[in-house]
Structures are given as structure tokens and as C-alpha cells.
């Protein structure tokens, strides 16, 4: 297992992690592992995957101050990051010197973002599902009144109207798989039923040798927020001539992402 320390020595006095004798290991990690997902794709299982990844591998993840984070979130996560809020991320990141720090976010790459991805200070993985779950978990949404399925303060009640916000969900993983070209790409179904692959894609990407299975345990010990956990739902629920016009809307997504089910 890796086992690292934070120095100071980088020239603009940044803390960094160092290998220490006789342990393998990078020599420096960015400041921040974003963990961007689709909303309802499974991100925040993959968020306490890798919040836990880095943990056994000796780097701890505490939380941002509110300036950085969503004020009352368990975990660091944030709707939208602005640059006010990389900033002060990034700025609590280098006085911890804890890294990579994981952050959870479903909004798209704006302002600075780009420039600290080319920089180095960020790293991340993109978690991605099926559009037509999406929209079928935007219904149910809608249907019991939460704020994700609701559009200025009105129900979404038809799929044709949550398609609009599907298109603007790719939209987002196409910017962030721009920025991050060697992030990961993993698959809701996969997180949900293949879990032990996932979290062994995110902890060779992270570069940790660690329990896999001790990892697992401790990320859904504190996992608490679900989807009805049904594979490709939307063959049960979508309506046939809304699921043929996503289909169609959204078909290089889909064969692009190996989202369909195995036998379509």
C-alpha cells in the first residue's frame, strides 16, 4: 500500500506530496480529483469511492469550509463551480496539503477550470448513464415535487420536456471530457452492479495499491443517497415512441458510452 507525505517545496511555496524511501509512488498529485457525473447516474457512490480510495491510501479528505462547498453539504460537493469557488478550493487544498482532494460536483466547466486543468491542479472522472433513465428519473422527480424535476418552479411531467435538460447534461460531459481527456469514464451500471471493477478503474487511476474491498465497505457504510437501482429502467417505463425518439436524439451518446443494454 502507498504511503505518502506532504512537504513544501514546489516554487510558489505549494505543498506537494512526496514518495517516501522505498515506497513507490508519484512524486506530486493535483490539488483537486473532480468527480463530475450526470445527475441520478450513480456519482455519488462513485464520489464515496473515490473519497475512500484515497483515504486507505493515506490522504485524507476533510471538508471544505462553505466558501468552498455547498454550505450544509455532508461532503465536498458543489451544484456549479465558479471561479470564486475554485479559488477558495483550491486555496484550502494547498494549505492542507492533502492531495488530491476529491469534490463532487453535476455542473458544467466553467471560467478557470480549464486553465487549472492544463496547469496540472486538477484531475478527475466523468460518471455517465443512459439519457432515457435520466429523463425517467427527472419524471419521478417532477411527480413527487423535488427540485430536480422541476423547471422554474413547475413540474416536468412529459419526457418530451425533459430532453432539453438531458441535451444540456451531455453538453457537460463533453466539456469535462475535453478538459480531462484521460479521465475515466465509468458507466452507471457498471458502479451499480460491477462495483469492485469501478472502484479498481478509479484506484489504478489514482495510482493506489489499496483493499478494494475494504474501500467498497466503507464508501456505501456512508452512501446514502439511491436510485431505485433497476438496470436500463426506462425498457419498463418509457413509453415505446418516446423511447425510439431518444433513441434517435441521442444515439452517438449511447454507442459512444456502450450504453444499451447488452441484448438491444
Known sequence: MMSLTCETG???GRPF????EGRPGPAMKPALYICFGMAKSGSTLAFELTSAILQAGGVPQPRLGDGAVAPGARINFRQAITNAHLRQMLHEADLLGARPLAIKTHGGVWGDMERAARDGRI???VVVRDPRDIACSMLDAGREGRAWGMRDGVPITSYEQAMAHVRGQLAHVANWRRILPDAPVIGYEDLAFRTRDSAALIARQLGFDVDLDAAIALATSRFTQFNK????RWRHEMPAE???RYAEEFADFIREHDLAPPNA
Open 17 to 20: 506530496l512526496v514518495q517516501q
Open 242 to 244: 418516446d423511447a425510439a
Open 10 to 12: 514546489a516554487p510558489d
Open 123 to 125: 484531475t478527475g472522472q
Open 229 to 232: 437501482g433497476i438496470a436500463h
